[in-house]
């Protein structure tokens, strides 16, 4: 498999948490380190997703306390968009060999 189809994989590996709820988290981080030595491509797609990854579950936790104000209701619906459109950008992105950073996403890796 060549590093801009595993890079892709990693994108799209995120859509496993809808079928299992772990899976989502875990085939990222398993397929980013797996992957990560081979290529500076795939380690950027890997870093990318992982970070985006750790972002989300913080706002997910955020707009979760705010939702007692309200104002949380249209933050987590936010979120469920972006978990849906985000990973497809960034795997067509992966895909043609561009880097992409997900938006709001702080560089922790």
Known sequence: MDE?????LIHLSQFGGYITGGLGLV???????LGKN??????QHGRAVINWLICEFI??????VLMY????????FALVVMSI?????????????????????FEIL
């Open 4 to 8: 801009k189809t595993y890079a892709m």
């Open 27 to 33: 085939a990222p981080i398993i397929l980013w380190v």
């Open 38 to 43: 081979d290529s500076a491509h795939v380690d």
């Open 59 to 64: 706002y997910i936790i955020v707009s979760v």
């Open 69 to 76: 104000c309200l104002i949380g209701i249209p933050i987590f």
């Open 85 to 105: 459109v985000c990973p497809i950008l960034g795997a067509l992105k992966a895909k043609d060999g561009n880097p992409y950073k997900y938006p709001l996403t």
